[in-house]
Every structure is written in structure tokens, then in C-alpha cells.
């Protein structure tokens, strides 16, 4: 290994498995913790729905990825050999 920043990531790397279920369990967590927090003043209808704003920013940022992926990735993409030229 490498030292300074790239041995670093490198033990990240190698403990990546490790930091994945770390990340995970806080992940999970700061739902739950969301849960049973309510806003005092609701401005919006779906403010007093436990996690609605989460849950839509995750549905509306999947659907990018697949907007792109499925449409805007075709019509961007080159052939293997493009820059070759």
C-alpha cells in the first residue's frame, strides 16, 4: 500500500463492505429518527406526512437516472472508435 491519501483509500477500499453497512445503519437510522419528528407549522399538504419529501426526492431521482439512462444516453453516445479518426 501506498501511503498518504492513496493508501487512504486503499484501506477504504479493502473495508469497503465494512463501510457499506456502516453507511447503511446511519442511513437507516436518520429514517427511523424522521419518523417520529413532526414539523411544528405545516406550510404544504404532504408536510405532515412522516418522510413524504424523502420519498419523492428519491422517486424523482430515480426517474432521472432512468430518463438518461433509457433517452438521453442514445442519442450522446459514440461508437467505440470515434476519437480514433
Known sequence: MSNGLGGMFD???ANSRTWSIILFAVLAA???LNFGMRPPV???VYDAYAGFWHAFGLVVGLAMVIVMKKIVQPM???REDYYDK
Open 76 to 78: 450522446i453516445a459514440r
Open 42 to 44: 405545516v406550510e404544504y
Open 30 to 32: 436518520m429514517v427511523v
Open 11 to 13: 484501506k477504504f477500499q
